[in-house]
């Protein structure tokens, strides 16, 4: 197993913008632990551009990953994983807006995601999207999405090792 301090601690957050590379960029900190390892999915795929969205990143993973479809229950698929595999979560934002249409207790559900996340476990690596750096959205639910995703954002930030936000493909380190 390599340093653990060199790839960044027991768990890493890695945000960004849409299309700011974040999930290419986490991809290669995993594939630079041991394989196997695991990526934790939340996308559903709704349509055709998301079909073809997964089967694009499913290529592009290749060989040594197990992929788990986790789009509610995140903490549920982290626990199931054996001690030590190195994890990809992918992503939180989509996770949050699955439990928001769903009319769950989005509070609740982030409060047990940060904890799991906060056991000493890992190497995890999670994919969040930066939402809100635009104008205030002209409906409630987008402007309750927003706000909880600042919220889960700094939830995961606060017990994350290392934070990195990626810029245009390239990641600055913020914690
Ligand atoms: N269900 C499922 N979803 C997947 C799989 N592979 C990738 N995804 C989803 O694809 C989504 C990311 O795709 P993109 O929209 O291309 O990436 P992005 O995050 O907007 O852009 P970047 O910042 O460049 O990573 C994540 O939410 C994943 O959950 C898979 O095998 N199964």
């Known amino acids: 197993m390599p ?17 700011s590379g974040k999930s290419a960029h986490a991809e290669r900190l995993v594939t630079a632990c041991p394989a196997p390892w695991a990526y934790v999915a939340t996308a559903q795929a709704y349509d055709d551009e998301m079909r073809e969205r997964i089967a694009l990143h499913r290529s592009r993973r290749g060989e040594g990953w197990t992929t788990i479809d986790a789009p509610l229950d995140l903490v549920g698929a982290i626990e199931a994983l054996p001690d030590g595999r190195p994890v990809l979560v992918d992503c939180l934002t989509l996770w949050l807006t699955n439990h928001v249409l769903a009319e ?17 476990r890992g190497p995890w690596f999670v994919v969040s999207n930066e939402v809100g750096q635009g ?11 927003r706000d909880a995703a600042g919220r889960l954002n700094q939830q995961v930030a606060a017990v994350s090792d290392t934070v990195l936000l990626m810029v245009a493909g390239l990641p600055l380190k913020v914690k």
């Open 3 to 19: 340093d653990r301090a060199a790839l960044g601690g027991r768990l890493t957050l890695v945000i960004g913008g849409a299309r």
């Open 104 to 120: 769950h207790d989005v509070e609740a559900e982030c409060r047990g995601l940060a904890d799991v996340l906060s056991r000493p």
């Open 135 to 145: 104008i205030v959205p002209d409906n409630a639910l987008a402007r309750r999405f």
